[in-house]
């Protein structure tokens, strides 16, 4: 347990940071998971999907959740996932 005043706060400040940024991350998966479903499924609504996804990402780049290249990495795979499937 921190004593300091500075440290007590960086506690709860960090808690609830990490508590965000795990938010942000589990719907980012939520929609990895869905738009992967549909490119198993061969649906038709994998550009709806793909542009979701893209969506996602970037608002948790924003955020400061993800790095910027791998948030370019990622988007870049998925699209190339997304074109392959047709």
């Known amino acids: 347990m921190p ?9 709860k400040v960090n808690s609830k940071k990490s508590l965000r940024n795990q938010m942000v ?23 709806d999907a793909l542009a979701e996804v893209t969506r996602v ?12 290249n791998k ?3 990622l988007k870049s795979q998925l699209a190339r996932k997304a074109n392959a499937a047709g």
């Not at 004593?3 to 506690?11: D, G, M, V």
């Not at 991350?25 to 550009?47: G, Q, S, W």
């Open 57 to 68: 990402v970037d608002k948790a780049t924003a955020k400061g959740v993800l790095h910027r």
């Open 3 to 11: 004593n300091i005043k500075s440290a007590k706060k960086r506690t």
């Open 25 to 47: 991350k589990n719907a980012m998966r939520t929609d990895l998971k869905k738009f992967h479903t549909a490119l198993e499924n061969k649906e038709t609504v994998i550009p």
């Open 71 to 73: 948030a370019a990495r």
